[in-house]
């Protein structure tokens, strides 16, 4: 197998003020990560990410989802000494989606809530387990899949590349059959767009991947956009690759970008907890949400209610005796 054609849409979203993700497309490598980890670092973190890959020269003579999980750990280690030695990206890290076709195989290496997806035979399978607070709750049954599709903490993860010295790395390999479709996304796609819609764009525009990551694009801001968007797409196919497959390197190396030069966000999008901490974490972001809906002007305005309502009464007390003494 080859890969015969290939397209990347990104797009910023209708909330974000910056776009954060980031993505390889090097035929036979491809890959999606999506930063975060404060007002600034998070782009930073995506494009060292994405950069490493470019590089993999620890996954030299390795094949398979060895070299996936080379190439993201090398990853982990760049974004990490970034984040440990550079006060102003402390925290940073990136999800992390890489496939490589590899003969009649693609190899896929994964950490954290972006996603790939495969289209064959006019069906929509997702390859990876999203490493999420919400995935934790659904798979414990303490949410349903509707409940868990809105949940308000859907972006927090458990797992992501650059927040630790080391991360486990989900690696498998998928045996490839002429005209599959490959999807690698983050979850500014998949939390604005379903996913028997995203089937529908994809298999409609399938001889037209440049069409279908757009319509993809497009989809998810009309759905909100709430957060950037990326979708990269490739078909494989029998044979040597065809004319369309070129090799589109990843976005520009940040090593010399200033994190200081960088406006700040609006907010911060996604946290990453470990999966041991999710019940304390949940509780205390109930504490914190129960606090957060005390507003003190409400209450003042309830204080000057009570206020008049007493001193009216006791004009009316004074008003009655007066009556009766007279």
Known sequence: MAVGSYAVASDTGRKRRR?????????PL????????????????????A???????????????????????????????????????????T??????????????????DSRAYLVRDGRMEQLTEDHSLVNELLK??????EEAHVHPQRSVITRAV??????????????????????LCSDGLTDMVEDEDILDLVDRHRDDLDRAVRSLVAAANRGGGEDNITA?????????????????????EPEEETLEALPPHAAVDTMVIPPDRI??????????????????????????????????????VVLLAWGLLR
């Open 279 to 316: 019940e304390s974490q949940l509780l205390e972001r109930g504490s914190a949400e129960a606090a957060a809906t005390h507003d003190p002007v409400d209450s003042a305005a309830r204080l000057r209610l009570a206020l008049t309502f007493v001193a009216l009464l006791a004009l009316a």
């Open 232 to 252: 990269v797409a490739f078909r494989v196919e029998p044979g040597p690759a065809g004319e369309e497959t070129l090799r589109l390197p990843a976005r520009a």
């Open 30 to 49: 491809f890959a999606v990560a999506d930063g975060m980890g404060g007002a600034q670092a998070g782009e930073v973190a995506s494009k060292l990410a």
């Open 19 to 27: 776009n954060e993700d980031n993505y390889v497309v090097a035929p």
């Open 162 to 183: 650059g927040t630790d010295p080391d991360v486990d790395v989900d690696g498998f390999t998928i045996e490839a059959y002429d005209g599959d479709v490959f999807l």
């Open 51 to 93: 950069a490493t890959l470019e590089g993999g020269d620890e996954a030299d003579g390795l094949d398979g989802v060895e070299r996936v999980r080379a190439l993201i750990l090398q990853a982990n280690r760049r974004v990490y000494e970034r984040a440990t030695n550079d006060p102003t990206a402390s925290g940073m890290g």
């Open 95 to 112: 999800t992390m989606t890489v496939a490589v076709v590899e003969g009649m195989n693609v190899a896929i290496g994964h950490v954290g």
């Open 140 to 145: 414990s049954g303490k949410l349903s899949p």
